[in-house]
């Protein structure tokens, strides 16, 4: 391989297959990277008769169904900004869980509270 001194920085100059090659490998690791991190940090919200579970970022939190509703510990605003369309925030001892939800997935999660607890939640 031949150095070009260029400034202060020695660069290599290497021919155009390797370094196609060098980029698809890195672009291949960084979509790795993207997909583990996206499986990893998934929010999760399920409902059953007895309380709201959620996961958030690797820790779990679980509410009984009457301090939700009695306390109104969960709201959703809705935002105007980037892809996602409305904010669940969560409110619950010392934990406070803001989750971004899409369109889709807010009226779902309304669906789902009004047919299993009979509750709509409130708007922040």
């Not at 391989?1 to 290599?12: G, Q």
């Not at 605003?77 to 001892?93: E, F, I, Q």
């Not at 669906?111 to 607890?117: T, V």
């Amino acid at each position: 391989m031949v150095l070009i001194v260029l400034s202060v920085f020695l660069v290599p100059v290497m021919s155009p297959i390797i370094f196609i090659v060098f980029t698809i490998i890195a672009f291949a690791i960084a979509i790795a990277t993207a997909i583990i991190t996206g499986l990893l940090y998934t929010d999760v919200i399920t409902i059953t008769k007895d309380g709201l579970i959620i996961r958030h970022r690797g820790s779990t939190t679980t509410i009984p169904a009457g301090v939700v509703v009695g306390n109104n510990l969960l709201c959703i605003k809705r935002v105007w900004y980037g892809l996602r369309g409305y904010r669940l925030h969560v409110v619950y001892n010392d934990v406070i869980y803001t989750i971004l939800l899409e369109d889709w997935q807010a009226y779902e999660l309304i669906n789902m509270l009004r047919a299993y607890w009979g509750w709509v939640p409130p708007m922040c």
